[in-house]
C-alpha cells in the first residue's frame, strides 16, 4: 500500500482547570506568516514576526482563556510567544540530528518510477534490505516483484491483487510471512519477526540489520476498516492506510528513526513517537540479518 506527506495540526484542546506552562520536546513549522508576542494573546506588543516555513524549538506551551495553546520560544537575547493556531508539528527530518546515530546506508529504490508500481511498497522494501546486505544485487526491481507469491485477494498467503494497478475491493498488499518466505530465496538470513517489540528492532539495526516495516503512510494516525480476504476472512479488520518502507537506523539523543520510504520520498528520519504509534499498530516485521 502507499502515497504523499500529511503533518499533524495542533488542534485546540478544552482546558481542564487554571491552564500551567507544560514542558514541549518537539519541534515545529509555521504554517504562515506569524508574529511572537511578548505575552499570551493578540493583545502583546510584536517582538518579531516569522516567515512561513521557519522551524521553531519551543521551551513550554499554555493555554489563553479561549484554550487555544501559546508557546514560548527564545527571540536573540529574549523570550517570546506564538499562538499554536499557525503551528504545526514537525514530525520529519533530513538528518537525524546526532552524529553518533545507528545509521546503515540502505539503498533507495523508487516504486514509482521508472516502475510504476503504486503497489509495490513491499517488494521495494525487502529488496533494498536485500540489496543492502549484498544479496539480490543482480535482480531488477520488476523481476523481484513479477516473481513474488500472488493471490486474488489473501495477503496472508502472497500479494492480493497487482502490484502496478488498483483492484475495487482487494487490499492490495503481501504479509510478512509470504513475504519472508519468498525473501528467503535470495537469504536464509530473511526471518519474519511480526510482534518484535520497537526495542528489539532497535536491537536489529545496532547490529547492523535492516528492517522491513508495516506502519503507515505519512506516520498518519492508524485507520481501521474491514476488508474481504478471501480465505483469510470476508471481514478482517485492518489498518486501512497501511504502507511499508525499510527502517535503517536510530538516534537515543534525538528520539528519530530513520527509514528509506519508497514511496517517491527515499531517506528521512521520523520522530519516534509517530513512528511507534504507526508501527505498533500491527508490529509487522521482517529482518534481513
Wanted: hydrophobic fraction near 35%.
Amino acid at each position: 500500500m502507499a502515497t504523499t506527506f500529511v503533518t499533524d495540526f495542533i488542534k485546540p484542546i478544552s482546558a481542564q482547570a487554571a491552564s500551567v506552562e507544560e514542558s514541549v520536546s518537539s519541534q515545529y513549522m509555521l504554517k504562515a506568516n506569524g508574529n511572537v508576542r511578548n505575552g499570551i494573546g493578540t493583545n502583546h506588543k510584536i517582538l518579531k514576526t516569522l516567515k512561513k516555513g521557519t522551524t521553531i524549538k519551543p521551551i513550554v506551551r499554555k493555554q489563553n482563556s479561549q484554550n487555544t495553546y501559546w508557546y514560548k520560544i527564545k527571540i536573540g537575547s529574549s523570550y517570546g510567544w506564538i499562538s499554536g493556531t499557525l503551528l504545526t508539528k514537525k514530525i520529519i527530518y533530513k538528518t537525524s540530528g546526532d552524529s553518533k546515530a545507528i545509521s546503515l546506508k540502505v539503498p533507495y529504490i523508487n516504486q514509482l518510477k521508472p516502475i510504476y508500481a503504486p503497489f509495490g511498497c513491499e517488494g521495494a522494501s525487502l529488496l533494498q534490505a536485500l540489496q543492502f546486505k549484498g544479496y539480490a544485487k543482480k535482480t531488477s526491481y520488476k523481476k523481484f516483484l513479477n516473481n513474488m507469491p500472488k493471490t486474488k485477494r489473501n495477503p496472508y498467503k502472497g500479494f492480493a491483487g497487482s502490484p502496478y494497478y488498483s483492484i475495487n475491493g482487494v487490499f492490495q498488499s503481501i504479509f510478512p510471512k509470504p513475504l519472508a518466505n519468498y525473501g528467503k530465496k535470495y537469504s536464509s538470513s530473511v526471518k519474519n519477526i511480526t510482534g518484535a517489540s520497537t526495542k528489539k528492532l532497535r536491537q536489529e539495526l545496532s547490529a547492523g540489520n535492516p528492517i522491513v516495516v508495516y506502519v503507515t503512510l505519512d506516520f498518519s494516525k492508524p485507520i481501521w476498516t474491514k476488508w474481504n480476504m478471501g480465505a483469510a476472512g470476508k471481514k478482517v479488520k485492518m489498518v486501512d492506510n497501511l504502507h511499508v518502507m525499510t527502517l535503517a537506523g536510530y538516534s537515543s539523543k534525538t528520539k528519530r528513526y530513520k527509514v528509506i520510504d519508497p514511496n517517491n520520498k527515499g531517506e528521512y528520519w521520523v520522530n519516534k513517537y509517530e513512528f511507534e504509534r504507526a508501527y505498533n499498530a500491527l508490529k509487522y516485521a521482517v529482518v534481513v540479518r
